[in-house]
Structures are given as C-alpha cells and as structure tokens.
C-alpha cells in the first residue's frame, strides 16, 4: 500500500482558488499512489482566524468539488484534510473530508477537540461530537479500518482509544502544528502508533500562517512505533509504501491490547 503525504505550503500571496488549483493537479499526480493526505485548513492557514467565515464553506463547495474530481481522476482514497465547514445555522466546523477512489465523499469527521484555550479556534468554531472511522475498502489498501483525527486531537489518547474500539488500524491525522512544538508533534504522532499499534499518518502544513511558523516534518509511524518516514520542514509531497498486515501481526506477536482492564467496551 503505497501512500503520498502533501505537506501543502500556505502562503499569503496565493490566492485560495489558485492553491486549490495547484493541490487539485499535485493530487493528480500521485496515481500510482493508493492513499494521499492533505493537512488541516490548507486553503485558509490554521492560524488566519479573522479568515475562518470569509472561507467557510458547505460539504459541497469548491473545495469539496475540486478534490472528488481529483480523487476520482486519480483514483486514489484522499484524505483531502481540513476545510472550515459553514454549518446549517451559519456555525462554523473544522471539517475533514474523506473520498473514495471514485471522487465520493465517504466519511466527514468534525474536529473534537478546538486549539485556544478559549481563544482562535475554540472561541470560534463548534465542537464536534462524534469519532469517525472508514474502511478503505481495495486490494491494495485490504479493508484498513482508518481512523479520523484532526491536529489538536492528538493530545487526547481517550480519542484514539475510541477508536480502536471502533476498529482502527491507521490514524489519518491532518495538522496545522506550530514549529514552536515540533518536538510535541512527532513525540504525540509515536506515543499514538505505540498504544494503539496502529499506523499513523500525520500530515502537516510548510509555510507561516498570520505570522505562526509551521512545523512541517509529516510523518509515517508504525505500529511499533518506528518512524517510516519524516519530511523535512518546507518539502511537498512524501510517499511511502506500508504494509497492511503489519497492524495485525504486531497485535499477535505482542498483544498488549488484549490486556486492557480500564475502558474497555463491554460485549454485547
């Protein structure tokens, strides 16, 4: 299984239509890949919070739009990142989109969990309340279960419990992560992979948003942990061949997960 990472830039002097534009022909270009991820709020810049409603956007917008069409012309799953979602009662949402290799949209996920502390996103944008998981159903990708989370939500390991309770093998994990933090973005994306012995795929954004420095440094986590393979701070595009059968082989050969006496599900 053979997935592309695109780091995408955000710069200021490029207007949003022209960058959708260019992130809709580099999606293109990764057919040969089965999986490609976008980072968070890659059209309007995770820290332009006076942008937020100027940008926001229903599931059907350009930006939905735009890459259906290039999921489909690429025929690749795409984890397409981020957009602010304008809600039915004109409230704002931190909105991931997932397409099929057809250019459907199969699975959208709302960020739980809002970066502030009562300022930025979380004093502007609404919480959401739900965990999403998608089975990437192919032979390339052999019905993975993956596992929506978004940035921030890496902080919370009670998220990422959640689901593998629902089944999750591997975390798509679109981020606008600060370089100040950097440190905190590839321990989190490691600690994640470790005990949920799942793959993590955490893409994140280059460039500055209304003067923040991003991390850049995307990286592919396996489920014992191992760093497959890491960006470095300002390039694009990162591809990387997993192994599907590694998520239930590291389950078998060291089963901690079986071991778990606190929060575990109770059987119906």
């Not at 300022?119 to 998608?134: N, P």
Request: net charge negative; glycine share 8%; with cysteine.
């Amino acid at each position: 299984m053979r997935a592309s990472v695109l780091q995408i830039a955000v710069r200021t002097d490029e207007p949003a239509d022209e960058r959708r534009a260019r992130v809709s022909e580099l999606v293109r270009r990764q057919h040969t890949s089965d999986l490609v991820v976008l980072p968070e709020l890659w059209t309007v810049g995770a820290f332009a919070f006076d942008a937020f409603y100027e940008h926001a956007e229903p599931l059907d917008g350009p930006t939905a739009r735009e890459m259906s069409a290039a999921a489909a012309a690429a025929r690749v799953w795409l984890h397409a990142g981020s957009l602010i979602e304008r809600g039915p009662a004109d409230e704002l949402y931190n909105t991931s989109l997932l397409f099929g290799p057809d250019g459907r949209l199969r699975r959208t996920y709302r960020k739980i969990h809002r970066f502030g502390f009562d300022r930025g996103e979380a004093a502007l944008l609404a919480r959401g309340d739900e965990t999403v998981t998608a089975v990437l159903d192919g032979a390339a990708t052999a019905g993975l279960t993956a596992g929506l989370a978004t940035c921030y939500d890496l902080r919370f390991p009670e998220q990422f419990r959640l689901l593998v309770d629902a089944g999750g093998e591997l975390f798509l994990v679109p981020a606008g992560w600060p370089a100040a933090r950097r440190a905190h973005w590839s321990l989190l994306a490691r600690a994640r992979a470790v005990e949920s012995q799942a793959y993590v795929v955490a893409c994140g954004t280059a460039g500055t948003h209304a003067g923040v420095e991003q991390a850049g440094h995307s990286l592919v986590v396996d489920p014992w942990g191992e760093v497959v393979a890491e960006a470095g701070a300002g390039e694009e595009t990162l591809v990387v061949d997993l192994d599907p059968a590694l998520v239930a082989k590291t389950r078998a050969e060291f089963p901690a997960l079986r071991d778990r006496v606190l929060g575990v599900p109770v059987p119906r």
